[in-house]
């Protein structure tokens, strides 16, 4: 699913220039749970943004599903994110004026092909995730781990191969946070959906099949797998 | 992304915006409104000017012998029987009415006492005309020289509504026609500082035979022969009868010519109106007219011309400053633009992850700007054509008669609608278009990592 080689992304030029990742070496199969833990700044959401083809400034080679994420154009990246990943940030990235539905529906608007039933999908999605009787909640009147679920609810919306989790629980209680894991755990068995997580708290995963820690940009543990 | 989804997304983020994209499209509506009001204005004066003051036909010209310090050395020729038969002649020439103008001298007195009882009793029936008026009728005591000359029926038939516009026979009143342009200037000073009717086509029928005295002078001495008592009956007002002078039938003019001037002045015409099949000939026929010696009277075209030519200037400088209006709120859409783009950089970041190209995020703000340029256009476009009406309401009840005062100071040419909403457009559109590249070119890992 996921092939890196030698993949290095470097901020900045001449001697003001600072490498966030280094010659990171990784092939993550198709179905696998992965966790990417490191210190802050160790680059492991610089990791996730290339993974997610929202940063194509990296040196090596990036392939995911089979191809080059930096030869895609701006169109083909656009339509690899719509349609390949689903994202879940730290801080949900709901938009506030908009109800769950609408935030889970949001990826149909960039979709190529109009989505048949946009607001039936959404609301099956978010039923998926334990959120049925919230449809029409905005995320001001939702709690925290309620704001992740739709948050992981969207990242579905579009039925993707993978799963880009940026720290997911930094913002939950350990509860919240334990029940958002098995969340994921339960994605990847059922819907055999590979999942990339990058947390602090590793220790709380219970199935993962592929770890990677970094510190200062290099891997120090995760040969390729 | 398709239109269908831009659209509900634009909606969407207009509503969450709709404060501050009111305010900054305020510039808009009043630039518009003012842009519409000040074309409008001036598309309104122009046409009291081309179709009262200097009505023009695109299809006709006006011949007249050469002017007599060049006529010999130019070979210049009179307008006679054999010119009109060479006018005629010309590949182009639709028809040719020829203009006759009175060799002799005339004149009229009117004395308002005169009039009577009946005349007056049927002038009283004229809707408008008060007591007062009629009294100052009596009052009236003109003396003039009359100027008159003579046209071709077909040319003003249909300004003829108190009478037939033809010969009469000999001993009966001489119908004639009154310029309309004189009779406008007559109506808003004379008529409005005496007291007196005002002079219109429902008035015609109404007035009786005024007298006329051929071959008479007040002020000249060079009158032969006795004067002979006539009358004449105004039968319309036509944009085609002479300014400050009486108009009859062409028969009527060779007829009193022959009596008072003798033969050639029956058959030596003034002028002649020439219509042309299209507009197309013009070029062709003017060339040969000079060719067989005949000016062109073009005074009222280059009157009407430099007339046309003030208005448009003056609405082309009030136009230039509603554009300045717009331009300004052009600027004001860009800083809101710049504003919202900042509040909103993490969402930008966010459609980015989501799927979002660069492209979908530069045509999202071009299309909220679409739909602001739209709103405000609209409503710039219903507000400036409020004012105008309120303007002519206003000025029909406050402003004082004057020579051709216009029913409605407006008018409203068919480019204006789309113009307008065009220029909204545009302008906002070139606000909104360096914020719909600054979000197009946001570095979607950067925003959503708050770098």
């Known amino acids: 699913m996921i092939r890196l080689r030698n993949l290095s992304r470097v901020y900045g030029q001449g001697p003001s220039a600072t490498a966030a990742l280094r010659d990171i070496c990784l092939e993550i199969p198709e179905g696998a749970f992965a966790t990417v833990v490191g210190t802050s700044g160790s680059g492991k959401t610089t990791l996730l943004n290339i993974l997610g083809g929202l940063d194509s400034g990296y040196l090596g080679e990036a392939q995911v599903a089979g191809r080059e994420l930096r030869a895609l154009t701006d169109r083909e990246r656009s339509a690899y994110r719509n349609e390949t990943v689903g994202f879940v940030f730290q801080h949900f990235a709901l938009l506030e004026h908009l109800t769950a539905l609408q935030n889970v529906a949001l990826p149909a608007f960039f979709a190529n092909a109009r989505e048949p039933a946009p607001e039936r999908r959404a609301a099956e999605v978010l039923a998926r995730v334990g959120l049925g009787e919230r449809l029409h909640s905005y995320p001001g009147q939702l709690s925290g781990g309620q704001k992740q679920r739709v948050a992981i609810a969207r990242a579905l919306y579009r039925r993707p191969r993978l799963i880009l989790a940026d720290e997911p629980t930094g913002n939950l209680d350990t509860a919240t946070g334990a029940q958002i894991i098995s969340l994921f755990e339960e994605l990847n068995r059922e819907d055999q959906i590979t999942v990339v997580v990058v947390t602090h708290e590793d220790f709380l995963f219970k199935n993962v099949t592929c770890k990677v820690r970094l510190e200062d940009g290099r891997q120090v543990e995760g040969a390729p797998c | ?451």
């Open chain 2, 1 to 451: 992304m398709l239109t269908s989804h831009l659209v509900r997304l634009v909606g969407q983020n207009l509503r969450r915006n709709r404060k501050n994209l009111a305010f900054a499209s305020v510039g808009i509506v009043v630039g518009i409104s003012s842009f519409v009001f000040f074309i409008a204005l001036g598309a309104g004066v122009q046409r009291v000017v081309s179709t009262q003051i200097f009505p023009m036909e695109a299809n006709r010209l006006q011949v007249v012998p050469r002017s007599i310090e060049f006529g010999s050395a130019t070979g210049g020729r009179p307008i006679d029987e054999q010119a009109l038969s060479d006018f005629a002649a010309i590949p182009g020439v639709a028809a040719v009415y020829p203009r006759m103008r009175l060799a002799f001298l005339a004149s009229t007195a009117v004395d308002g006492r005169d009039l009577s009882p009946a005349a007056v009793d049927l002038l009283r029936r004229v809707p408008g005309v008060t007591a007062r008026m009629l009294e100052a009728v009596r009052d009236v005591r003109v003396w003039l020289e009359i100027m008159g000359d003579g046209i071709d029926p077909r040319l003003a038939a249909a300004d003829a509504v108190a009478g037939e516009f033809a010969d009469p026979p000999e001993g009966e009143p001489i119908p004639v026609l009154l310029s309309r342009r004189m009779i406008e200037i007559y109506n808003g000073s004379f008529a409005e500082a005496r007291g007196l009717p005002k002079v219109s086509e429902m008035l015609l029928p109404f007035l009786p035979p005024l007298p006329l005295t051929l071959n008479h002078s007040f002020i000249s001495r060079e009158v032969r022969g006795a004067p002979a008592p006539a009358r004449m009956k105004v039968v319309g007002l036509s944009r085609h009868a002479l300014m400050g002078g009486i108009t009859m039938p062409l028969e009527t003019a060779r007829r009193l010519n022959r009596r008072f001037a003798g033969e050639a002045a029956a058959h030596t015409y003034s002028s002649a109106v020439l219509e042309v099949t299209s507009s197309d000939w013009l070029g062709p026929v003017q060339e040969r007219l000079r060719g067989l010696g005949f000016d062109l009277d073009m005074s009222e075209k280059r009157m009407a011309e430099s007339v046309g030519m003030f208005i448009t200037l003056v609405t082309l400088g009030f136009s230039l400053i509603s554009l300045i209006i717009v331009g300004i709120a052009a600027v004001s859409i860009a800083h809101t633009f710049f504003m919202i783009l900042y509040e909103r950089k993490r969402e930008i970041g966010l459609l980015r992850a989501l799927g979002a190209s660069k492209g979908d995020v530069r045509n999202l703000i071009l299309a909220e700007a679409s739909a602001i340029g739209l709103t405000a256009g609209t409503a710039g476009l219903l507000l400036g054509a409020l004012a105008c009406l309120l303007s002519d309401t206003l000025l029909a009840r406050f402003l004082p008669d004057f020579p051709f005062k216009p029913e409605s100071f407006f008018a409203f040419p068919v480019w204006i609608f789309p113009g307008a909403l065009a220029f909204a457009l545009i302008f906002c559109w070139l606000g909104a278009l360096l914020p719909a590249r600054r979000a197009a070119a946001l570095d979607p890992a950067a925003t959503l990592t708050g770098r």
